[in-house]
């Protein structure tokens, strides 16, 4: 035996796999599939017979149940009262997780209305397996007026008037009519009587209201009900806007006409919060001091005094953010002493990409932009050898088509309570238009630079302890706050405690306690009702307690309410172009019948072949002992071992 061993043999197995075709079953939980005269059947009989059908298919297929509305969960059980309903959610999401899998069909009910993601028939085509719909809600058109949606800038200012456009929608209404109006602060504020002229009426109204108080401010838009309005819940939207004392202005100084000016400005322009002015310098002649922020293009140059007006600046500390290009004079820009010099090498320029400080921590990078960042086009910078004063915080590294430098490319310097910030290149427009090829949106770009913009703009607060919130939640996101505790030379400390409380309309209290991060505080308090409150932060730090005290509000989400008539045009064109059915909520009894008689959803077998040596079988090993142990016995009785 042992001989045979040392030819080491191998054995071979043969396993067979058998693995059930996966049907999907997906349930639209989105509160509209019940705002209709069948509510109770959905509720009640519909789900009794959905879950017969699973069990008498459960023996053949494995059975995979989703819930999807605003977000996508694998349940079986449903509330149908999500508050908005994004198809594309789960068809990212089969596509991903059922790829290479014996996916049989994918079995999705729902009334075919969308308002979160993109068209439904687009994003079910990555799936290639047959998608059975089953049509619920009511196609049929009732009389309702609708106060469809209200348009108007988040942010506005003490003093000034805001616009707002209300869109208003009706059905079967014709000649009747209905009173618009709007309230702040159980005040009525504007009213507009609305008469409506035919049965499928659209109109916009412009709206224009003065803002006479700071802070978030309320305003209720409300659409009188018509007589036999089936849906009253879509007649009445809360709007709310964060009154400023004033917004910042900015002063943008160029030495010519360039395409980053465009680009700036309109980046610029996405927040409310912020207004420009622009000059060539050469034209400029007007005081700096109410300017929250100047923004130098290619300044200093070779034929202007620019520097005068920058030495100003740091007297006065008004922000600066300078832009360096081909027509900056690098010798005057060294001698401002801007927290980083330049020993030019020649007169030329060098293509430079950008590349991300990973410890940069002056305010925080998103993981889109991270993403986008990498596409950036270079910027044209100057050669040389770049000197960094140690209080420099570097944003973007330099880095040209093989080599990473660290020389800045985007570099923030605090120096004498003066912010500044250089950009060691020309052509931000670049990066701009690579934003838009890759993502179909400026918005990496404006976020880039409205942080830098709002860092630099942004008045410094020095007191020890800071919360971080949003001012407007809405209620189907999560509530997250973040704090930050200095010690008494101003580094950031975590040593304590932070407890947090939030109060609401009717003085129920919820308190928190902050998890601590690597410097800092973070606190996700989950999802709250609609409604206003309150939050106390307090920690101890030392021998002192600190007290935070603001305000917030959490707005409701009535998307659903808007459009209650089923689309199951949208279905049948889904199920069609996958070689299935669209069902109705009586015909799902024949689903078991219709799966049966379809060749192509079949268990698929899977033989898997294994090779292993004889020797490593444990039982082998036993049997050598054994009869080595049986040869001794043997030979010691017989005496002549």
Known sequence: MIAILLLSPLIKTVNNYTQKPILVFAQDNSSSVIKNKDSVFYKSEYLKNLKSVEAKLSGKYEIKNYSFGSKLTQSNVYSFNEKQTDFSMLFDELNTKYTNRNLGAVIIASDGIYNKGINPYYASRKLNVPVYTIALGDTIVHRDAVLYEVNYNKIAFLGNKFPLEVIIKA??????????????????????????????????????????????????????????????????????????????????????????????????????????????????NKSVDKYDLVIFHQLPSFYDKTENLIKELKNKKIPMLIILGKQTDINKFNLLKMGCTIAVDKKISKEIYPVLNNDFSLFSISKNLRKTINFFQPLNCVSGKY???????????????????????????????????IIFGEGIWRWRLADYFNNNNHNSVDELFNKIIRYLSLKKDKSFFRIISKNIYKENKQLEFEALVYNQSYELVNNSDVNFEISDEKGNKFPFVFSKTKKSYYLNAGSFVPGNYK????????????????????SPVNVENLNTIANHNILYKISKSHDAEMLYPDQINSLPVILKNREDIKPIMYSQKRFFDVINLKIIFFILIALLSAEWFLRKRAGYY
């Open 171 to 284: 059905k079967k209404c014709k000649g009747l009519k209905a009173i618009l109006s709007v309230v702040s602060n159980k005040k009525n504020i504007f009213s507009k009587e609305i008469i409506f002229t035919n049965d499928n009426f659209v109109k916009s109204i412009p709206i224009s209201i003065k803002a006479d108080k700071t802070g978030i401010q309320k305003y209720n838009v409300k659409l009188s009900y018509v007589t036999d309005e089936t849906n009253i819940s879509n007649n009445e939207k809360n709007i709310f806007i964060d009154v400023l004392k004033s917004n910042q202005k900015i002063l943008f100084l160029a030495n010519s006409p360039h395409p980053d000016i465009s680009a700036l400005k309109q980046t610029i322009k996405t927040n409310y919060n912020f207004e420009v002015d622009d000059y060539l310098i050469k034209d400029f």
């Open 387 to 421: 000197i960094v004063n140690n209080s420099g915080n570097i944003l973007f590294y330099q880095k040209n088509e093989s080599l990473l430098k660290k020389s800045p490319l985007i570099i923030f310097n605090d120096d004498s309570d003066v912010k500044t910030c």
């Open 535 to 554: 939050y106390s932060a307090k920690v101890k730090q030392g021998d002192k307690v600190y007290i935070k005290k603001g305000e917030f509000i959490v």
